[in-house]
């Protein structure tokens, strides 16, 4: 049933990367899952497969650093977006699952 699940995601992943390349005219070269789902090697494992794209997964707790971020940045604390993708590329290292394409 896990696998079926996972599996049914990463597939998922494959289609909705598919569709924006075909609407942007980009080609995307990897794939970045935050959030609980980068917890789940299996997931993560799968998606690089399905993609064929390297994976990298992290932070997990991208909600709530995206929450201090903004407020950060409404009090003066950080000065824009730019400065707080520094801190948090700075501050936290994601796993990489290589998709072996």
Known sequence: MYACI???????YKEVIELAEKLTGKKYGQVNIVGGGSKD????GFTAK????????GPYEATVIGNILSQLISLG???DINEAKSVIYKSFSPVKFTSNA
């Open 6 to 12: 996972i599996n049914s995601i990463a597939l998922k």
């Open 41 to 44: 090697a299996a997931l993560c």
């Open 50 to 57: 399905m993609t064929g794209m390297d994976v990298y997964a």
């Open 77 to 79: 604390e950080i000065r």
